[in-house]
């Protein structure tokens, strides 16, 4: 039983949220606030997540910003912290908002931004991924797209049990559990935000 992506192979089963819709909606929130160049902070670029999350980013903005913005980093607070600091905020063109791969992450970038003297929620919009409790550190929160954790480990294993005890009479497959986007302070146009 695998949690997450199988890369199309059809003989495991799987239970995994659908991580490209999953970018998509959250780059999708950042432009309906009026966000006009929204970026996208990766996580390494041969992982399945990170590749999942940028195809939907780059969905979302096809038509809607003239270009992507996109760079990539380690996993984790600081590495996320160091690349916003050293690469976005230093880039010709700083986006108004990001979308971060996951709520630790989005933690080094508030950092980052913070360094730099900007408030947040305020001066950049931000959306990430997991809805952890850090979502609640941040003044006004930090808008996360919810994977539905607890409902992807108890479907997956369920699926084992049945698997095991031979009460699977469909064999391998991929189960997708829905996810949403929690909106928060950190995804509020700015005018709101200040406020």
Sequence with gaps: ??????MGNEAIWSVDNDNVLAGRIATQHLLD????????????????????????????IRDRQSRPYVWHSDFGSQAAREATREHILTAPEVPDALVVLDDFMAMGAVQALRDFGANV??????????????????????????????????TACERLVDAIEGRDPEGPRRTLV??????RGTSQPREVARR
């Design 1 to 6: 039983m695998l949690i997450g992506n199988p």
């Design 33 to 60: 606030q009026g966000f006009r160049r929204v970026g996208f902070l990766a996580g390494p670029s041969e992982t399945t997540v990170t590749r999942d999350r940028l195809e939907g980013y780059m969905q979302a």
């Design 121 to 154: 929620p305020g001066d950049m919009g931000l959306v990430s991924f997991n809805d952890s409790a850090i979502c609640r550190l941040i003044e006004g929160g930090l808008s996360s797209v919810s994977l539905n954790i607890e409902t992807l480990v108890q």
């Design 178 to 183: 829905p996810s949403a986007l929690i909106a």
